[in-house]
């Protein structure tokens, strides 16, 4: 089995191209301990389950059929997929790379992962999760596409905690696909892309910034809880793409009065270091 954390984006710039291995975004974010794990068991056809109910139309699917893939894959999420935590993504990384574990496929780990990130780009469920889950820590992306063919700078966690607050699930293929939408987050993202220094507070600060002029925040109709934590804490920032809303601190009180605050909305997670077997 393997643990693969999921991802929160705090401000993106989607690359388009013709190619789904050059598509993917510019930007930051990190990646939460809240992830998937994926079991493979080997069969002789290709069936997914995503926390125990059957799939036929998944980003796994579509990855491990390019791979070449017949097994039972379990899938088992700690975020319900669309809260803006990279799932998908952390779903179809781990199906790679637990299937070429258990199945002894000899290719580099970059390799499968750009299977993934290719099924993540067609099913239009995320630009830059996965190349970002495979190495975790906080992230700038410098250039897009997968680990194959992307680049990131990775900054280290350094015992950062997490409270993620999530009111609602906002349809992340309707809003890649809505062009208007898309021309505002370029236009936005573009000014602060260069103002991203290699810290945890410069990526939670332009990303609050490209949120709130990007109209983002208003999009998700999450502009009283946004203000209301923005008031009571320092670091924080919308989920990319969600009904959510972000606090990051070292405090550990400060983060559980988050959660309690929110009860069943809020969860709380480590920046995590990266994936791993069990």
Excluded at 24 to 45: C, D, K, Q, Y
Excluded at 53 to 63: G, H, K, P, R, Y
Excluded at 175 to 198: C, F, H, T, W
Excluded at 248 to 263: C, N, P, T, W, Y
Aim: hydrophobic share 40%; aromatic share 8%.
């Amino acid at each position: 089995m393997i643990r693969v954390p999921g991802h929160v984006t705090t401000i993106f710039y989607p690359v388009i191209t013709d190619d789904p291995s050059t598509t993917g975004s510019l930007g930051a974010g990190f990646s939460v301990s809240l992830g998937s794990f994926t079991e493979v068991i080997p069969s002789n056809a290709l069936k997914v389950f995503i926390n125990g109910l059957e799939t036929n139309d998944f980003v796994s699917i579509t990855a491990l059929r390019a791979l070449g893939v017949k097994a039972y894959v379990y899938h088992y999420t700690e975020i319900p997929l669309g809260f803006g935590a990279g799932m998908s993504a952390s779903c179809a990384l781990g199906a790679v790379l637990e299937a070429a574990r258990v199945l002894s496929i000899d290719r580099d780990p970059k390799e499968l992962a750009h299977y993934a990130h290719i099924a993540e780009v067609k099913h239009k469920t995320g630009l830059g999760d996965v190349i970002s889950e495979f190495y975790g820590g906080f992230e700038i992306r410098k250039k897009p596409g997968s680990p194959l063919t992307g680049e990131l700078i990775r900054i280290d966690p350094k015992g950062r905690k997490v409270a993620l607050v999530v009111l609602g699930e906002l349809e992340t293929p309707k809003v890649l696909s809505d062009k208007e939408i898309v021309s505002r987050i370029l236009k936005v993202a573009e000014r602060y892309l260069d103002e991203i220094k290699p810290d945890p507070k410069s990526i939670v600060e332009t990303g609050a910034q490209f949120a709130e002029e990007s109209g983002l925040i208003r999009l998700a109709g999450i502009d009283k809880l946004y203000k209301k934590l923005s008031k009571e804490h320092d670091l924080v920032s919308m989920i990319m793409l969600s009904k959510g809303v972000f606090v990051l601190s070292r405090d550990v009180e400060e983060i559980i009065s988050v959660k309690e605050e929110f009860g069943e909305h809020a969860r709380i997670a480590d920046v995590a270091e990266g994936r791993t077997f069990i």
